[in-house]
């Protein structure tokens, strides 16, 4: 039986954040009752696409609710959502169940029932400790709020949080980075992602950049924030295992492990992205869309539901290749280089050999026990990287 991760998008936000170029809608509240329906028939659709498959019933080794604002759902909703869930997997016992929140949504009661339903782990989107920063970003949300909500969390008995935040904005010192931190690490959370911002086109804040409201952030400072940060997490006691994310001994994120392993997940909702099945696919982006198309039968083979979008199968060469930029990304663990040449029947060396000894010789790669990973030096130029593996 393969193990998959399960991804369950819930494209509803109160408002819109200014950078956010996500799949998400802040006018579509009427249409979630409808939405919810529709992601319950989507997941026992490809439950029933399964069966038919010599693997059969698929296990669920962890559930991620993203969005979105998920926390915007009733327990009513993401009760009948992960119901379908479990009556259609075989969904582990011990498996991680993620639900993304934004501070100021949540109470303790709301909490509560999270933790009845086996939510086991949350993730905030706090972004910053500043006022002016969070108003630059859009959010909803003041810092109070965030630490209130870590508060309620543990109350409500989480003992696995994650805090996502944001460097690199137009104007940020690397000082008013190192305030943020320094306001978030005594909340004592579990994990913490760092993004560095990208200015998206269609957004605010690119029309801001336009119209010369703001000014292009300065790279050299986000490098310095990310050098700032990795500093500050090592000496808080966090691991720094992913590119952008540090963790706790033991408390990585295991679903977002699952994509860079890059092993087979499930992704449902509108425009939610999946690898399974020897398919890569994505469900149609429009929520309208993926309601009405929910009403019609699956498109095709395992995991093809009938809001599949677009699809196709994966190659050989492409498998290769997404996993080196995947499994690269994995600073502590790495590129297994052992079961790359299980995997595919030749080693990594004879499929990019000229290419690692290049990143070898400008120590941006090394090797170690088996492992192919990135070096100090390759985590600042890991796009150059992973570009060279496309
Ligand atoms: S809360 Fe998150 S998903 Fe919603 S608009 Fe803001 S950044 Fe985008």
Do not use: D, H, R, S
């Given at each position: 039986m393969t193990a998959y991760a399960l991804y369950l998008h819930i494209p509803f936000c109160r408002q819109r954040c200014s950078y956010c170029d996500f799949?998400?809608?802040?006018?579509?509240?009427?249409?979630q009752d409808a939405y919810v329906v529709a992601l319950a028939r989507e997941i026992r659709q490809v439950g029933a696409l399964a069966a038919d498959e010599p693997a059969g019933t698929p296990a669920i080794r962890t559930i991620f609710f993203g969005g979105g604002t998920p926390s915007l759902l009733t327990t009513a909703q993401l009760e009948h959502i992960l119901t379908a869930a479990r009556e259609t997997f075989a969904v582990a016992g011990d498996a991680e169940i993620t639900l993304e929140a934004n501070p100021g949504t949540v109470s303790l009661d709301y909490l509560a029932a999270l933790r009845s339903l086996g939510v086991n782990r949350l993730s905030y989107g706090v972004q910053s400790a500043l006022p002016g920063e969070l108003a630059l970003l859009g959010r909803a949300h003041d810092f109070a709020a965030a630490v209130e909500a870590a508060r309620l969390a543990r109350a409500a008995g989480f003992d696995n949080l994650n805090l996502d935040l944001i460097y690199g904005?137009?104007?940020?010192s690397v000082d008013d980075w190192r305030r943020t931190l320094d306001a978030v690490l005594p909340l004592g959370v579990e994990h913490v992602s760092l993004y560095c911002l990208t200015i998206e086109p269609g957004t605010p804040m690119q029309r801001w950049l336009h119209n010369g409201t703001i000014q292009p952030p300065d790279p050299d400072t986000a490098a310095d924030q990310y050098e700032a940060a990795g500093a500050a997490l090592a000496g808080a006691g966090f691991e720094h295992y992913e590119i952008s994310n540090w963790a706790r001994p033991g408390r990585a994120c295991r679903h977002n492990v699952v994509y860079w392993r890059n092993e087979p997940y499930l992704g449902l909702g509108a425009g939610a992205h999946g690898l399974g099945g020897g398919y890569r696919y994505q469900v149609v982006r429009q929520p309208r869309a993926y309601v009405r198309r929910m009403a019609g039968s699956p498109v095709g083979p395992f995991p093809l539901s009938a809001a599949v979008a677009a699809y196709h199968p994966v190659g050989r060469v492409e498998a290769m290749s997404d996993t080196a930029i995947t499994q690269l990304r994995l600073l502590q663990e790495g590129l297994d280089l052992g079961a790359f040449a299980g995997r595919f029947g030749q080693t990594f060396d004879e499929v990019y050999g000229d290419t690692v000894r290049q990143l070898e010789n400008w120590d941006l790669l090394r090797r170690d026990d088996g492992h192919l990973l990135l070096t100090e030096r390759g985590r600042f130029l890991s796009n150059q990287v992973f570009y060279r593996f496309v």
């Open positions: 799949n998400t809608y802040t006018t579509l509240g009427e249409l904005l137009p104007g940020q």
